[in-house]
């Protein structure tokens, strides 16, 4: 086992880190919570806490590192980054998921236990309820005083068993709401809020098992915990209350964007102040260049006044605009002058095409059908990240446990050598069979087994062309070689035969699609990861992300009408979507919808006017 001194250890996959990164890194006895903007390597200091925390020793066997995202790509992002820098034994150690795969996790191994009647035996199905279905529900047993929104926010925050004593019809129809989803005939359905309270319920009651979870993780991260809601830190709160566990937590309040479900008001104050936390505030920014961060900077003034000036770290590598409103006469107009734009980008070399996001502001499919023929004239395919296979969309498909199991043994099987992918499958092959790192034997033995799979596959590959049904036959191919209970016991978000088929059935209906249409295994490999196609996705979607040039897809004042300064939230989203651009970020702007948005005109100090095939361009810096 390699251990470093805390002396000697160096951060590791970058340049160095900011001397306040340093100090929050260094912190190990006190919980701390760094606060930063966009782009200020808050998650990449995760990844290198992480790191130093496993091969220092001060995370020592068999404790473990517990490390909660909002998004899985996030999660899984987050896992890779320490699997690349620490060996396996270390790695392992850090188990990096989301909130709902924590709460989940924890509902699926202790259901039994849970006080009753929430024990209730049976399967159950995950729900996730509409405004009309709480509604409806409200319809059907008579309360006619209580909202929607109101029955909502109690299911979110109110402590189970739900108070009998209580006679208000809120509260009435909260505990009929609950009776009917575990009684109300068939099968249980759970939202993720309830299983949180079914969670909190049950580590509140079980002391038990509250001190093994504590035994286990002494060391706690929160990514993005600006969006932290109050019934998850309420659950956190109790999972670790009366233990030592060190947190740090990072985030960025102009990034809050989920306030509508439920994220705290407060979060930072309160942080500080129930875990005695250190505020430590990082002033770089790593992703975007010094123009850009210019132009966020103005943003972020918007949000909050009193914001610092942050250094832009990026280097500009474009010459010309780096963001402008784009004006049009017909969305037609807008479609193909943008197509053209991105295919003289891509072919000039400048940019790939999956560099390129198109941002929009929601409704992904309709926008898809709207742009996507202009785009596939010119030869280059969108991607919306947003669209569901079966029952998953892509984007949590591509960050699912399995996929990333899958597609670098495809990879391998593709092509003659890939490094990359060998060190991956073999990083999951051992930890899926439970290898024991200290057993060479053991470990030897896998990898020649794995080393003749990866054989047989391509020698399947290559006697197969990608069609739909040779996709589905060499997902089998590597189901098998893996096993599903394998797979099962691995994750705990597979142990559930519901869980575990919706995404596997999402995976092989994204590969016989890819398949379908690509001459060779590699290119369908790249059409499923979204290689060569320009992204297209909601802003709430974009968070976490970066990507070199941005488009802004019919920003005006009819789609876009709640963006002004005064709507919080809006604004928020719209600065994290902003901020994910590295070089370049654009507006595009369709007289048919509506006007341009001033506040956002003024911002870039428009220079001047110029006209490109009847199209008006306003140009910024
Ligand atoms: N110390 C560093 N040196 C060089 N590059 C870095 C460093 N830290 C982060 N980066 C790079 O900067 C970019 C932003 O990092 P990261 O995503 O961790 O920031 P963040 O603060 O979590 O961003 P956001 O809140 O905007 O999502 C990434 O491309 C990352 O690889």
């Keep these: 086992m390699t251990r470093v001194s805390k002396d000697d250890w160096v951060p590791q996959g970058v340049g160095g880190l900011e001397s306040r990164a340093w100090e929050a890194l ?21 990844a ?15 404790k473990r590192i517990l490390a909660i995202s909002f998004k899985k790509d996030a999660a899984r992002n987050l896992a890779e980054r320490v699997a690349k820098r620490c060996p396996r034994d270390q790695a392992r150690r850090f188990d990096s998921m989301t ?40 319809e059907r047993h008579g309360y006619h005083g209580v909202s929607a929104q109101r029955l909502e926010k109690r299911v979110q925050l109110t402590d189970l068993p739900i108070d009998q004593s ?69 659950m956190l709160q109790t999972a670790f209350d009366g233990s030592d566990a060190i947190f740090t937590a990072v985030g960025d309040d102009k990034q809050r964007i989920m ?17 005695g936390a250190r505020r430590i505030s990082l002033l770089s920014n790593w992703r975007s260049h010094e123009d850009l961060v210019r132009i966020q900077h103005e943003i972020a003034r918007r949000i909050d006044d009193n914001v610092e000036e942050v250094q832009a770290q990026g280097i500009r590598e474009i010459e010309g605009e780096i963001s402008a409103i784009w004006q049009f006469r017909s969305t037609d107009d807008e479609n193909n002058y943008l197509a053209k734009w991105v295919s003289r980008e891509v072919q000039s070399g400048r940019v790939e095409p999956h560099d390129v996001a198109i941002l929009i502001r929601m409704r992904a499919d309709q926008v898809e059908g709207e742009v996507a023929p202009a785009f596939a004239a010119r030869g280059l395919w969108i991607r919306n990240a947003a669209r569901s296979v079966g029952e998953i969309q892509i984007q949590d498909l591509l960050g699912e446990e399995l996929t990333g199991i899958f597609v670098p043994l495809l990879r391998l099987g593709a092509t003659d050598r890939s490094p990359e992918n060998w060190a991956l499958a073999q990083q999951n092959y051992l930890f899926l069979e439970a290898a024991d790192p200290d057993n060479d034997l ?64 999402g995976f092989v209906t994204l590969l016989k699609e890819c398949a379908e249409h690509s001459s060779s295994w590699t290119e369908a490999l790249d059409e499923f990861e979204g290689i060569g196609q320009v992204a297209l996705m909601t802003v709430h979607k974009s968070k976490g992300l970066e990507f070199h040039t941005m488009i802004f897809y019919g920003l005006d004042n009819q789609t876009w009408w709640s963006l002004t300064p005064q709507r919080g939230e809006e604004l928020n989203t719209f600065f994290v979507a902003f901020t ?42």
């Design 442 to 505: 053991t470990q030897e033995r896998l990898l020649v087994k794995l080393e003749a799979f990866v054989r047989h596959l391509r020698a399947e590959l290559a006697r197969r062309q990608p069609d739909p049904d040779s996709a589905e036959a060499i997902a089998e191919v590597l189901l098998e070689f893996v096993s599903p209970p394998a797979l099962r016991q691995s994750f705990a978000a597979y142990q559930r035969e519901r869980d575990f088929e919706r995404v596997w059935s």
């Design 99 to 138: 909130f709902d795969a924590f709460t989940k996790g924890l509902l699926d191994r202790f259901r039994p236990t849970i006080p009753e009647p929430f024990n209730a035996h049976g399967t159950y199905q995950i729900v996730t309820p509409f405004r009309r279905d709480y509604d409806d529900f409200l």
């Design 580 to 621: 994910r651009a590295k070089q370049r970020a654009f507006f595009s702007q369709c007289v048919e919808r509506g006007r341009a948005i001033g506040w956002i005109q003024q911002l870039l100090a428009p220079a001047g006017v110029e006209t490109i095939d009847g199209t008006t361009i306003l140009g910024a810096t």
């Design 259 to 275: 306030g509508w479900a439920g994220a705290m008001n407060d979060a930072f104050a309160q942080f500080e102040n129930d875990f």
């Design 26 to 46: 260094r912190e190990t006895e006190s919980s701390v919570l760094v606060t930063a903007g966009a782009g200020a390597g808050k998650t990449e200091f995760l």
């Design 48 to 62: 290198q806490k992480a790191t130093y925390l496993l091969q220092t020793g001060i995370c020592p066997a068999p």
């Design 166 to 234: 209580n006679g208000s019809e809120l509260h009435r129809a909260l505990a009929d709401y609950w009776h009917e989803q575990f009684f109300g005939g068939g099968e249980i359905s759970l939202s993720f809020p309830m299983i949180n309270r079914l969670v909190k319920l049950l580590l509140q009651e079980n002391s038990y098992i509250r001190r093994a979870l504590q035994a286990t993780y002494s060391i706690v991260f929160l990514d993005e915990y600006q969006d932290t809601t109050y019934a998850q830190y309420d």
